[in-house]
């Protein structure tokens, strides 16, 4: 499949070291809101929409994890960047370890927020892909899956940032989110994590009900030299629930260069 010219938005000195922001499915890349401002005085912050997703392209499905990958290789070319740190969350950060593994001379440091090497029920996300397709829309499943995204607490307390982050859900194309599934359920990197030469930070919500912390840890126990955090009171859109140690995270570990 061909690449696509993935929508995105770069904010901070453009001579500051690269950083890609990958987002979860169903998800644009207004996500990344509460990183932005403290990132971007460390870095050049670039977040993007997936294919499919946001104002990026909706090419026919199904898609592949690799299809993703060469989207993001593609939008490092076109922006004249040879290498980048690279921190996703979820599907976003599957495409980091599809990227660190297939393109290591690409990536520089890698966080990976709630997050899998392979998918959790591979036919949970193939009968995901031909609901949202019979629907023509997301919308018939956005309540289901919003609700994994946050604890009952935090959606109580905050109705409108889960409402807001609903509505993402619902607009995302019904093609760009069913091929997104598809990617997930073809997903297996398991054998290719100690490959990684990348040095990695995985943030795990210790209430993510989609991705448990055990693929978190499964990750980090593969990678050399991994570092795994796990939050509490964070389910699996932790960046958004527990916005600023996430943010106090990946900042640090884009600080850390020295040590490297």
Known sequence: MRTVELHHEAVGEERSPPLLLGGSLGTTLAMWEPQVPTLAARARAIR????????????????AIADLGN???????????????????????MVGLWLATHAPERIDRLVLICTSAHPASAADYAERAASVREAGTPEAIADTVVARWFTPGFAREHPDVVAHH???????????YAGCCEAIADLDLR???????????VIAGAEDSALPPAHGRAIADAITGARLE???????????????????????????????
């Open 48 to 63: 993007f929409d997936h294919r499919g997703h946001g104002a990026s392209p909706v090419p026919s499905g199904p898609y």
């Open 71 to 93: 989207d993001v290789i593609a939008l490092l070319d076109r922006l004249a960047i040879a290498r980048a740190s690279y921190c996703g969350l979820s599907i976003g950060g």
């Open 166 to 176: 609903r509505a993402m859900i619902a607009a995302t194309p019904a093609e760009g």
């Open 191 to 201: 054998s290719v994590l100690a490959d990684i030469r990348a040095r990695t930070l």
């Open 230 to 260: 796990v939050l509490d009171h964070a389910a699996h859109l932790a960046s958004v629930e527990q916005a600023a140690a996430v943010t106090m995270l990946i900042a640090d570990h884009l600080d850390s260069r020295e040590a490297a």
